[in-house]
């Protein structure tokens, strides 16, 4: 009772159907069926899904789609060979879509594909694992991949499989395997340098561009290049360009030989055997043009060493160059630039270039319509007229500058940075530079100025400090907004870029009014900021700060409290004070217009004739009480003449006119008339030290220092004027800032020498060299003293320096 009876339904049946005819017509159908465990179905399924995916894209993605690819995977490993092969030849047909390549890096199948390499198996299954390779390797994962399951031996193998498919798609995994440095060497190392040369000699032109695209990879590395130098890589490369049937073979076949020319050990080795001369040849011979043009770019390359150089300028390869500059191809032209460009590094090929009319030539390419051959053509230019007078003259004869010039005005960066350098090369030929500043160089160079691109900053600030020498451009320069634009490159941080701008600025320096320009600019408080910086400064930025102080004598005083005997006070020359550390100096128009404040006066020089004085009539009307020299009655009396003599100002004119100092003026007139004529040097300092006394208030006795009014005196000249700015002559109560500066100035007036020293709490002094003693009993002079001269207390005495009486009258 209690035994169990076993269900008809399961008993396991002995018997089988008879073959059954499958019918599949819905692909989800067929996917199912490669999961089934009948080997014929399984085979059947595999070749529908491989006639399905072969139609289209859109196929193989419906399948990807549908979940074909992970059976696929699978079976490539079945028992069954007839199996393995049909799972293989679908997989390899699928693989072929950019999608189906994603989604299979998901499957570890890469070592499966390799297996399958073996010889135990047919050629159909090397051909299609080896399109799933060709296909997969594509990605730097999956060439890993391949690298790490040693799939590289197995395909270098490969390339000797009679069929061509099996070739094509091996070579292709390993063109793209090869981009790799780790598999370049690899390849070396395997021994597939003379398998791929035997590929060149295939019948199939897609397998002879393959392998000679794994060749330009490959011979990158020294040592490839030196195996494929002795299996006669060279010569079989030069027989194929000799020949014409395999032209679209030629432009690869040049770029490996290009490599092959690289290294100088390999170049002297080939040109040894002739085959520098061969390639010379070929570029010569009417050719494809993009053949020729490749050619020439291999020589280019070549050209990068200047042992290489050498050679080339042996084989008289300039001359072919110079014929190749004249052809119609603009490619051509534009690489035989290119060519030029690098043998010019050469000076032995500069000069030949030069004597077989290359130059004229390349200036010629300059009105090109091609943007491209023009850049190519500026750089020639600019590397043929490095340091090389007589190419930079052959270009000016040519009429290359003025081309030049217009070319700065262009778009390319290339072109006008090249522009730039080859005009700063000829600018240091006076002739030359002359004719460039008048086709308008300095406006075409302010544009260049405002570049984002640090090469073009670095060629228009060197061609700039070329040029600037002459004070006319620097005048067009301020005229056309180019100073300002060269200021504000000294806030780059490129260090070329600085340096250049500096070597400009210290340039354009060269005289006070583009000086005080530039300081009105920010440049001084720029270059203060440079310089006080460990990474910034440099010899440059320092040299271009103090001509800057030198040219401009007002803010060099300002800022350093020191006048040398070679610093010449001028007209316009003022004394704003010490100034404050970061603050920028203002310019003697910006303080006149300033309303009047409580602070310092500013002190100006003016001398001048014939200016137009800028104070209403009102300031001039009375003179100060405390003025009671007749000199300076006579001083003021001249003064007041003037102003009736000039013509009123027109209501349009809005210029700002420094105010006439009449009264400087007759001290000047005296002072040549009264001092210059005595023959004693130290008389001269003497008398000059007594007038100037005179005119500033006389002689103060040190103890009543504290009761001489000069405070309000110079209050109620500001009052008088209206303006913090007060002529220097018009004071007649100075104390050591006012007397030693006024010292100064007349001093500059007659030729004579001394310094303007600012000290503190409004002490000023002078200090001036003489030779003071008898010679010496063997004939040789006395030795030079410094001396303070004394303008305050006993006007005329000379202090010698470093006494106690000068540092009593340095200090308080």
């Known amino acids: 009772m209690g035994k169990k009876v076993k269900k008809e339904s399961e008993t396991p049946c002995k018997e089988t159907f008879e073959p059954l005819p499958v019918e599949g017509k819905n692909p989800a159908t067929v996917v199912l069926l490669l999961s089934s465990p009948e080997e014929d179905i399984l085979v059947k399924a595999c070749e529908a899904i491989h006639t399905f995916a072969e139609k289209g894209d859109e196929n193989k993605v419906s399948l990807l789609g549908l979940g074909a690819l992970e059976p696929l995977c699978q079976l490539i490993t079945h028992n069954n060979k007839l199996v393995r092969r049909t799972a293989l030849i679908a997989l390899g047909i699928m693989t072929t879509n950019s999608d189906v390549k994603s989604a299979l890096k998901k499957f570890d199948v890469i070592p499966s594909i390799i297996n399958k390499l073996s010889l135990e198996e047919d050629v159909v299954v090397h051909e299609f694992a080896t399109l799933c390779l060709a296909s997969l390797s594509v990605d730097f994962v999956c060439k890993v991949q391949i690298f790490d399951s040693k799939g590289l031996p197995t395909l270098i193998q490969l390339l000797s499989s009679p069929d061509p498919d099996v070739k094509k798609n091996s070579l292709e995994t390993i063109f793209n395997m090869v981009q790799d440095y780790q598999s370049r060497q690899a390849v070396h190392e395997l021994g597939g340098i003379p398998q791929l040369l035997e590929l060149l000699k295939s019948d199939f032109p897609v397998i002879q561009h393959l392998a000679l695209k794994t060749l330009q990879n490959v011979t990158t590395d020294k040592d490839t290049r030196n195996t494929f130098r002795e299996e006669q890589g060279f010569e079989k490369l030069m027989d194929i360009l000799s020949n014409t049937d395999f032209s679209d073979l030629h432009i690869e076949a040049l770029q490996v030989v290009s490599n092959c020319l690289s290294d100088s050990e390999s170049f002297q080795l080939i040109h040894q055997g002739g085959g520098l001369a061969r390639l010379t040849e070929f570029i010569l011979t009417p050719n494809i043009t993009e053949i020729q043009s490749s050619a020439v770019k291999c020589i280019?390359?070549?050209?990068?060493?200047?042992?290489?150089?050498?050679?080339?300028?042996?084989?008289?390869?300039?001359?072919?160059?110079?014929?190749?500059?004249?052809?119609?191809?603009?490619?051509?032209?534009?690489?035989?630039?290119?060519?030029?460009?690098?043998?010019?590094?050469?000076?032995?090929?500069?000069?030949?270039?030069?004597d077989l009319g290359g130059i004229p030539a390349i200036v010629q390419l300059l009105k090109n319509e091609s943007s491209v051959l023009r850049e190519a053509a500026t750089q020639a230019l600019s590397n043929l007229t490095h340091r090389n007078k007589l190419n930079a003259f052959a270009v000016y004869e040519a009429g290359g500058h003025e081309i030049l010039v217009q070319q700065l005005y262009g778009s390319c960066a290339g072109t006008v940075a090249n522009s730039a350098a080859t005009l700063g090369n000829m600018a240091g030929q006076g002739v030359i530079r002359c004719s460039i500043l008048s086709h308008g160089a300095m406006q075409a160079l302010v544009e260049p100025l405002k570049s984002t691109n640090a090469q073009v900053l670095v060629n228009t600030t060197q061609c700039l400090a070329m040029l600037a020498c002459d004070t006319e451009a620097r005048v067009e320069l301020q005229s056309a907004g180019g100073l300002q634009q060269l200021v504000n490159l000294l806030r780059s941080y490129h260090k070329e870029v600085l340096h250049n701008a500096c070597l400009a600025i210290n340039v354009c320096a060269s005289d006070e009014p583009t000086a005080v320009e530039m300081c009105k600019f920010g440049a001084l408080e720029m270059l203060q900021e440079i310089n006080q910086s460990v990474k910034r400064r440099s010899s440059v930025s320092k040299l271009a700060m103090t001509s800057l102080l030198n040219s401009n004598s007002s803010v060099k005083y300002s800022l350093t409290g020191l006048l040398s005997s070679t610093d010449i006070i001028s007209d316009g020359f003022y004394d704003a004070g010490k100034a404050r550390g970061g603050q920028r100096i203002l310019t003697l128009e910006e303080l006149s217009k300033q309303p009047v404040n409580q602070h310092r006066p500013t002190i100006f020089v003016n001398t001048a004739a014939k200016e137009t004085v800028d104070v209403p009539d009102e300031r001039q009307n009375s003179q100060s009480e405390t003025d009671t020299s007749s000199k300076r009655d006579r001083r003021t009396s001249r003064k007041k003449k003037q102003k009736d003599e000039t013509p009123p100002e027109s209501p349009t004119e809005k210029q700002w006119k420094m105010m006439a100092d009449v009264s400087l003026q007759l001290l000047v007139k005296e002072v040549k008339e009264s001092i210059l004529p005595l023959n004693d040097e130290q008389e001269q300092?003497?008398?000059?030290?007594?007038?100037?006394?005179?005119?500033?208030?006389?002689?103060?006795?040190?103890?009543?220092?504290?009761?001489?009014?000069?405070?309000?005196?110079?209050?109620?000249?500001?009052?008088q004027f209206q303006s913090n700015v007060v002529p220097i002559g018009m004071i007649s109560r100075g104390i050591y800032c006012h007397r030693a500066l006024l010292f100064k100035c007349l001093v500059d007036c007659i030729g004579l020498s001394c310094t303007l020293v600012r000290g503190e709490y409004n002490r000023a002094w002078n200090e001036v060299l003489l030779f003071k003693g008898n010679p010496s009993s063997n004939g040789s002079s006395s030795q030079p003293c410094h001396y303070i001269v004394d303008l305050m207390h006993r006007p005329g005495s000379l202090l010698k320096a470093n006494t106690p009486a000068a540092a009593q009258y340095q200090t308080i």
């Open 300 to 354: 280019a390359r070549v050209a990068q060493s200047a042992e290489n150089c050498k050679l080339l300028h042996e084989q008289n390869v300039e001359k072919v160059l110079v014929e190749l500059l004249s052809v119609s191809d603009v490619s051509v032209k534009t690489a035989s630039c290119q060519a030029v460009s690098e043998m010019s590094f050469h000076l032995a090929c500069k000069d030949h270039f030069r």
């Open 685 to 719: 300092y003497a008398a000059l030290a007594r007038l100037v006394s005179e005119a500033m208030g006389g002689a103060v006795e040190m103890e009543k220092l504290h009761e001489f009014p000069w405070v309000l005196h110079l209050s109620e000249l500001k009052f």
